[in-house]
């Protein structure tokens, strides 16, 4: 009984408490009045300061002076002084030996012995003296037929005359193996031409 008495005063407390608080939350005074400022605004004004440079105004260039000409220079003055032949000093004289060791070979010629017109070489060699005619002083030459080929090479050599035989043959050939001529071209295909012949001299000078 006395536990009954005793919680019929708390349940009265605890029920006021709790209608108390709620009623305080209801209760719109306790919050604090927030006022709401209007946002910022500001306008920037960019300002060109005008320099005095770009106030200035440019003055015209002046124009140039007209150069005046020189006055022509009479013949006389501009004459060149004469040279004094008589005045001129005694020179040495030199005397250059241009034989290379007393040879002196003169370059191929080409003989038109018949089929050789159209011959064009573009690039050839000279013939080497042979020593030995060298020594003996022997001068001659060589007849020479031979073929081009489609490629303007030389193929089929053959020694047709010779004097002296057998001196100058092998230097001919071989110089005349390494020449190149200019291909014949016929309804634009190269061709070969064959039955061509050429004379190569030998002397001494």
Do not use: C
């Amino acid at each position: 009984m006395t536990r009954f008495l005793l919680a019929v005063p708390l349940s009265l407390m605890a029920a006021f408490s709790i209608f108390s608080f709620m009623a305080w939350l209801v209760n719109e005074d306790h919050y604090a009045v927030v006022e709401t400022q209007p946002p910022l605004r500001f306008d920037m004004l960019m300002i060109e300061q005008e320099s005095d440079t770009q106030r200035r105004k440019r003055a015209a260039p002046e124009p140039p002076t007209p150069l005046t000409p020189p006055p022509p220079q009479s013949l006389a003055s501009a004459a060149a002084p004469s040279l004094n032949t008589s005045s001129a000093l005694d020179l040495p004289e030199f005397d250059f030996d241009m034989s290379v060791g007393d040879l002196a070979i003169t370059p191929p010629s080409f003989a038109d012995l018949g089929g050789s017109q159209e011959l064009v070489p573009l690039y050839r060699v000279p013939p080497q003296y042979p020593p030995a005619a060298q020594r003996q002083n022997l001068e001659g030459y060589v007849e020479l037929s031979f073929t081009i080929d489609p490629e303007g090479k030389v193929r089929d050599i053959k020694v047709l005359n010779a004097e002296p035989r057998n001196v100058f043959d092998r230097d001919a050939i071989r110089a005349l193996r390494r020449w190149k001529y200019q291909a014949k071209i016929v309804d634009g295909v190269a061709v070969a031409q064959t039955g061509q012949r050429i004379k190569l001299e030998f002397s001494l000078e």
